[in-house]
Nanobody, 120 residues
Framework: QVQLVESGGGLVQAGGSLRLSCTASGTIFSINAMGWYRQAPGKQRELVAS???????NYVDSVKGRFTISRDNAKNMLYLQMNSLKPEDTGVYYC??????????????WGQGTQVTVSS
């Protein structure tokens, strides 16, 4: 079994910064794609940023130039540096990982989420 645990959320004023972390643990052979999703109240969950094992990244247009996704493959960790935060960045942020573990077939796992609130 694999567990993902996020940390680093909180309350911040507009223009501020937060750094989210996600730790993957359990039976892990390798992790392929990893990503951060967010869900605002009353809205669907959306992909904010993703990163592949070799380092290729993708961002939703609304966070380009403000957020940076990174990972530490040796530690099975994922990060999201969020700068110049805006009230519309408010939501629950979830970590997602494509993991090859006890079976050869990769599976996707989710963390429990961490709340990010940006006040105006």
């Amino acid at each position: 079994q694999v567990q993902l645990v996020e940390s680093g959320g909180g309350l911040v004023q507009a223009g501020g910064s937060l750094r989210l972390s996600c730790t993957a643990s359990g039976t892990i052979f390798s992790i392929n794609a990893m990503g951060w999703y967010r869900q605002a109240p009353g809205k669907q969950r959306e992909l904010v940023a993703s990163i592949f094992r070799a380092g290729t990244t993708n961002y939703v247009d609304s966070v380009k130039g403000r957020f940076t996704i990174s990972r530490d493959n040796a530690k099975n960790m994922l990060y999201l540096q969020m700068n110049s935060l805006k009230p519309e960045d408010t939501g629950v942020y979830y970590c997602n990982a494509e993991v090859v573990g006890a079976t050869p077939l990769a599976r996707y796992y989710w963390g429990q989420g961490t709340q990010v609130t940006v006040s105006s």
